[in-house]
């Protein structure tokens, strides 16, 4: 029993060196109805849950519309942190947050004839070690104009998908950073539905460079090298995509 509390111990510290520095995401999308919903999300998420969240000492919070995908309309949320514990715990330390109960009361009290939003997904991510924290696009702090990618991608099995992200940390982080992207956040999915899965957030100043910026992408010389390393055989390790086009809200910190 010893030896195995020994071990056990030290698996843990081992663990923790290897996400020393890594922040936690959980990914929120809301599903809305068009019409109030909109309105009420936008309200309470921009004057309640944005603040209690930065007093909580998480940010930058990312806030997006739906703008390229299914099921619009739809709001995607995106909360960085230093550990798995404070995501865990933050509904309830919400609750005790007097400030925020009163700001966010006309949502988080809707009558149920009129409710605030449809169902919330979540997802649960720790970042890649070779990019460990959002990335805030350089145009944010003058809320200049850019556009957001969410790529999602799905893998056959557990080894392939650490393929994959192994894949990442071979070179592929270059070859985004020459292309143009702004790299804002790549996060492995701990839980959340469709596992294994990897998800990743791009962004541009506006959409008529996206097809430009990915067909820089594809031609680095890097890139056809990597990806056609029988290793990294895309086909092999991602069995699905996910591909969202997303514009950031008027208040959204990223």
């Known amino acids: 029993m010893a030896l195995n509390a020994r071990t056990i111990d030290a698996a843990a510290q081992r663990s923790e060196k290897q996400t020393a520095g890594r922040q936690y995401y959980e990914l929120r999308r809301y ?18 849950l944005i603040p209690a969240l930065n007093r909580l000492g998480m940010q930058p919070i990312g806030v997006f519309d739906l703008y390229i995908g ?107 950073r020459k292309a143009g992207f702004w790299q804002v956040f790549y996060g492995d999915t701990l839980i959340g539905p469709r596992l294994p899965n990897l998800t990743y957030m791009l962004s541009f100043p506006d959409l008529s460079e996206l097809n430009a910026k990915w067909k820089a992408f594809g031609s680095d010389p890097d890139w056809k090298k990597l990806s056609s390393s029988s290793k990294f055989d895309y086909e092999a390790i991602v069995s699905n995509i996910a591909n969202l086009i997303l514009n950031p809200t008027s208040y959204s910190q990223i």
């Open 31 to 48: 599903h809305l109805v068009s019409g109030p919903q909109q309105k009420l999300a936008n309200s309470y998420l921009e004057q309640a």
């Open 70 to 176: 299914p099921q619009t309309p739809s709001i995607y949320v995106l909360i960085p942190s230093t550990s798995v514990e404070a995501l865990v715990s933050v509904e309830s330390r919400l609750g005790g947050d007097q400030e925020y109960m009163k700001a966010g009361a006309p949502f988080l009290s809707a009558p149920a004839k009129e409710p605030p939003y449809e169902r919330i997904e979540s997802s649960l991510m720790i970042a890649f070690e070779g990019h460990p924290q959002v990335t805030v696009p350089p145009v944010t702090a003058e809320k200049g104009q850019r556009v957001f990618q969410l790529r999602t991608y799905e893998s056959p099995n557990d080894a392939d998908h650490r393929r994959k992200i192994e894949m990442f940390h071979s070179g592929e982080f270059e070859i985004f």
